[in-house]
């Protein structure tokens, strides 16, 4: 750090955008002063301003606390019973929207289906009794390992009626991951599939459970989904088709009563060091969190078609595909497959095809769209669409703009969501309504939302010096354990700053009290004494025309401590730049930050390497570009030959 204990800022960026009056007139948060009094109330009467909103949910019995116990240990609306599952469904059937679309579904291979509210009712309750005649119980752990089908959503929403607790492995990982997560919750039931579609060809999912159970053996059922058709191996006793167990059971089943803390779900995600952490979220609080954010930031209304192209597998599948959404009664478009498939249109398809209204979708996906070119989005009618988000990473700004001119049209606010798997929902955002939005900023906190930057001794920082972002105010849907581990828990959040919970992001503050997140601290680089953010250099690059997409790592420098390894991807087939190219880099790249920023090395890739979800995996660059053999976890890493061809071009 330097002398303040700050990371230094170097991206210089000054556009903003307003909403449109039109937009601002109609949106549910429509003014400045609406905003400052809610985060004013939020935060000086979280019990008073929660305890309200909570009756936009439905409960079985009132809560008799908002608030009880200091953070990590706050526990929300006790004594309180609510089921999400009838908040989710059952709530929706009472009007004229128990026929109103629920799910959009498209397979990849172009196959739909939609289930209506009342069609969703039918199946979840069908396959909750599957469930409870297999033998789960409330409070039983289930994993879902599946494609992005219908039957995912009703799977979650039967767990979440008879307060199952599950446990969802997106359908990339591994059996040896699916064993690690299975026995971690000790699950009793996994719900699968024969497999499911990605980029024209099967993914085996049933082998993939077989072979995990030969590993985790709390497992005792295994219902299986037929997707695609491709053979598998049945065993009897233990493994059920979907559609036989469907096919005669009774279409009515009460929703159990469940406590405000009762464990909704647990999701899985990776540390950068050690076995992945199950964050658990409980079902008031996680409920009205997606609730109230699905509308306050998407501005849902009745009539929108939304489609956020997250794979449940994910949180932001689980909270804004599943939950946020259906909750607030949406019609919700939902994909199965790749976005480059039969062709490299197939997102802009949709769109027009559903007359999608809110799109919602992550960087590493505009970056690939630009790289794919303009003539996709270009061909088709965008003009359904009425705003946009994007979520994972920070947006660099040159895809902002493009996503800004080229989908939303210069036309549709686009909420850049910072959030995480531990926050539960969306944290910082800008409103649509009335937020200047700037290229790569969150913008500011939603109510209820209470962020500090301090330096790692925990003082809070002067505008625009980057340091550690916190939250100082606990909030409805934050996670509350790791699963059977409530040491490391306490450890990883609430250990670094006193009285505040930290996941690791580094940000600033501008001047007008925008907050632009800096990626991980742990991708900071320390070059010469100056700490500068990864993710600045990386937009450096982006906004060459000929870069697609760039990751920097720092590596032991002699001189400079760290110097500067950049990862580069370019836009045309070719994935090897010339030495002038290269020389070219280097000048763009000092020009826009500064000398202190000279790229040390300059690397050419086809691909980078990057987590399930679209994060690039710095940690892996950081070992090759010091000529390390890794010793990280590379379970959630996509494709392993993209490390292998980097670790051979290694001497290049
Ligand atoms: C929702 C989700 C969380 C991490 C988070 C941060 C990064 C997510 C971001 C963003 C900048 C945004 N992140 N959204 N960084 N701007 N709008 O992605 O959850 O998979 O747990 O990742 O993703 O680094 O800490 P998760």
């Not at 599943?322 to 949406?330: A, D």
């Not at 500068?532 to 720092?554: K, N």
Request: hydrophobic share 35%; glycine share 8%; proline share 5%.
């Amino acid at each position: 750090m330097t002398n303040s204990g700050s990371i230094q800022s170097t991206l210089q960026e000054t556009r903003k955008f307003l909403p449109a009056s039109e937009f601002s007139a109609q949106a549910h948060i429509s003014s400045e002063e609406q905003y400052q009094s809610m985060w004013q109330k939020a935060k000086d009467d979280p019990a008073g301003f929660w305890g309200e909103l909570s009756q936009e949910l439905q409960w079985i019995k009132p809560w008799t606390e908002v608030i009880s116990g200091e953070m990590p240990e706050t526990r929300w609306f006790t004594g309180g019973q609510i089921n999400a599952c009838e908040n989710c469904v059952d709530r929706h059937l009472t009007s004229w929207r128990r026929n109103k679309a629920a799910i959009l579904w498209e397979g990849e291979p172009g196959d739909t289906r939609v289930l209506t509210y009342n069609d969703l009712h039918r199946e979840v309750s069908k396959f909750a009794n599957v469930l409870k005649k297999l033998g789960v119980n409330t409070g039983d752990r289930v994993t879902l390992y599946m494609p992005m089908i219908p039957e995912l959503a009703i799977a979650m929403l039967a767990c979440a009626r008879i307060g199952a607790t599950h446990s969802i492995i997106f359908g990339g990982f591994s059996a040896d991951a699916v064993a690690d997560r299975n026995n971690d919750a000790q699950a009793k039931i996994i719900v699968t599939a024969d497999g499911g579609w990605r980029r024209g060809k099967e993914v085996p999912l049933k082998s993939a459970v077989d072979e995990s159970l030969t590993k985790s053996h709390t497992v005792q059922k295994v219902v299986v989904v037929r997707r695609t058709g491709q053979q598998v191996h049945m065993q009897t006793d233990r493994d059920y088709w979907w559609h036989d167990l469907m096919s005669d059971v009774d279409p009515h089943c009460d929703v159990v009563p469940l406590d405000s803390e009762h464990p909704l779900f647990i999701l899985y995600t990776s540390g950068s060091t050690g076995k992945p952490k199950g964050v658990m979220h409980t079902t008031a609080g996680y409920l009205l969190g997606t609730t109230m954010t699905s509308r306050w930031v998407f501005d849902l209304k009745e009539e929108d078609t939304y489609w956020c192209t997250a794979d449940i597998g994910w949180i932001t599948g689980h909270s804004y595909v599943v939950y946020g959404p259906l909750s607030n009664g949406s019609t919700v478009v939902m994909y199965e497959g790749a976005p480059n498939w039969p062709d490299e249109g197939r997102f802009w398809e949709i769109i027009e095809k559903y007359r999608v209204s809110i799109f919602y979708t992550a960087p590493t996906a505009i970056r690939a769209f630009i790289k794919w070119g303009d003539h996709w989005p270009q061909s088709r009618d965008l003009s359904s669409l009425r705003l946009l988000g994007s979520v994972g990473e920070p947006i660099n700004p040159e895809a902002w703009m493009w996503y800004h001119r080229m989908i939303g049209q210069e036309r549709c606010p686009i909420v850049d969501t910072w959030w995480q798997t531990e926050t539960g929902a969306i944290m910082i955002s800008p409103l649509p309504g009335i937020s200047a939005t700037k290229p790569g900023s969150c913008t500011r906190p939603l109510p209820g939302v209470v962020p500090e930057i301090v330096s790692k001794e925990g003082t809070p920082l002067e505008a625009n010096e980057g340091g550690l972002l916190v939250m100082k105010q606990p909030w409805p849907s934050m996670l509350r354990t790791l699963y059977g581990d409530h040491e490391r828990f306490k450890q990883t959040y609430f250990s670094t700053i006193e009285g505040a919970y930290f996941a690791g992001d580094g940000a600033r503050r501008d001047a007008d009290g925008d907050i632009w997140v800096m990626g991980r601290v742990d991708d900071v680089l320390n070059v010469s004494g100056h700490r500068l953010s990864t993710m600045e250099v990386e937009s450096s690059l982006v906004a060459h025309p000929a870069v697609a997409e760039a990751a920097v790592v720092g590596f032991p420098h002699e001189i400079k401590g760290e110097g500067i390894c950049c990862f580069v991807t370019l836009k045309t087939a070719d994935s090897e730049g010339s030495d002038s190219l290269t020389a070219d880099l280097i000048q763009h790249v000092r020009k826009q930050i500064g000398a202190l920023a000279t790229p040390d090395k300059i690397r050419y890739t086809a691909a980078l390497p990057k987590t399930r979800s679209g994060k690039i995996m710095r940690r892996l660059l950081r070992d090759i570009a010091a000529g390390r053999e890794s010793v990280q976890d590379t379970t959630t890493l996509e494709d392993l030959s993209i490390l292998a061809k980097l670790r051979d071009s290694d001497d290049a």
